[in-house]
């Protein structure tokens, strides 16, 4: 690319970014800095703003740029990620959307703590959803820098990690002024965009194979070296054992993680009734499910038309499969139709990044004030002391995700989401299922659900080949590896629910037959709903 069409893209990201800056500082003026105005924006949301924010919240970086470029290289493999993602969804609106809005107040850990001693299951909770958070984060950050490098002419790390430190200190910026009123508002303008322009991307794609699904299903497994295996499961989970439960293990974690991200279930406080929570799910289904659709025609449009040796080369991992594509689509690399098109969709592809990390950074930093700051005091916290620990908590969150995205700089973005979802399935879902739906649920039961979720989900994934023993690993030189497994879910997520059934079968506490009613008829009735 040219330094006339890389000061376009450039524009366009600016742009974005001084739109958002705008719409944090508007609505940082008009806060009056009450806690249900940081965490959930006066509740004041209609069902198809929220529906339209949380598509914006869910369809981060490794939607837009991991599951096309999976797709892309793996073919009907990569297809997988997009049909597990999507059908989480069903659980969310069957058991979380309307029973997380009556129960709860700004987090996960208030539904619990309705029934148990606060403290001991607001420590555990908030520590596991920060660390889904933080895991999260990362994922997106790895996904900015692999798009400004591209975007720079593939400068290569200096670029990643410039971009990735700008990131972070962008998040800081909205969550610490704007508060979840404007990262709603940044949120659904993402979502706009990001549609509209896979809209765009994909009609281009059609009209180039005229329209001929079968001609760009063949044309792409002919370019992608592997024939017609390409259009076939087992590329890259029908291998051995150890492959095949690879993928049952991230079908477990991607169907069942959804229902317990932090960022998802806090938009659910948003609206202001439980049936708005459940028409925002409905909304954001149908949104959703359109993109992972159209993100089938990208990914196999991407190696049929730009090639897999192409991609390959850009980013060996796929992240960047969306942009070439773009780049091919509007006419080359040479040409100003597709310098245009390629700074456009990376720009959308910023916009979903910047949206999605300061949807994760309010979320993770309402944890560490309303549940590990509040439980920790020895006196109540006030809630606008709770509001300034958010605040702060949002600042160190983002340097941790920053160090923990300039490690991780290498990997697939969808792969790094599907870790923090096996943590959020193992981990926050047990608990919340339990306490949602188990009579003798005890507080010992949801401490150990948590941690007996979160620590072998941690530890898995640091023994596995993500981090040591492969090329492709964050430390390459050296090897620790004793789990073969790149997700750990099909071993951590039974280990949440067994840890719970084991720390409630082994307590000593009664179980309060007048809390669970309660939380029984307030969750299904919205009875004494905040």
Known sequence: MTSHHQMLALVLFSAFVAVTLGITTWVSRRRHGSAEEFYAGGRLFTPLENGFAISGDYLSAASFLGVTGLIALYGYDGLLYGVGFLVAWLVVLFVAAELVRNCGRFTLADVVAARMAERPVRIATGSASVTVSVMYLVAQMVGAGSLVALLLGGSGGAAQAWTVIGVGALMVIYVSL??????????????????????????????????????????????????????????????????????????????????????????????????????????????????????????FGATAVVGADALRRSNAAGNTAIPLLALDLGGGASSTGGTVLFAVVAAVAFATILAVVAGITLASSASVAHDLYASLRRRPATPRGEVAVARIAAAAIGVVAIALGLLARNLNV???????????????????????????????????????????AVILVLLSPVVSGSPGSLFPGVDFQYFPLQNPGVVSIPLGFLAGWLGTVTSDEVPDEAKFAETEVRSLTGAGAV
């Open 178 to 299: 704007g508060g979840m009123r404007a990262t709603t508002w940044i949120q659904i303008v993402k979502a706009v965009l990001m549609l509209l322009g896979t809209i765009v991307m994909t009609v281009l794609v059609l009209v180039r194979f005229h329209g001929d699904i079968n001609q760009l299903l063949l044309t792409a497994a002919e370019r992608s070296g592997h024939g017609a295996s390409f259009l076939a499961p087992g590329l890259k989970y029908g291998g051995d054992w150890t492959a095949r439960m690879d993928f049952i293990s991230l079908g477990l974690a991607l169907v069942l993680g959804t229902a317990g991200l932090p960022h998802i279930l806090s938009r659910f406080y948003t609206v202001p009734t439980a049936r708005a929570a459940r028409r925002s799910t409905v909304w954001s289904i149908g949104l959703i499910g359109s993109f992972y659709l159209m993100t089938i025609v990208l990914g």
């Open 414 to 456: 969808a792969f790094l989401v599907g870790l923090a979802f096996a943590v959020a399935a193992s981990a926050n879902l047990p608990t919340l299922l339990y306490s949602l739906f188990w009579r003798n649920f005890t507080t010992r039961g949801a401490v150990w659900a948590v941690y007996g979720g979160l620590i072998p």
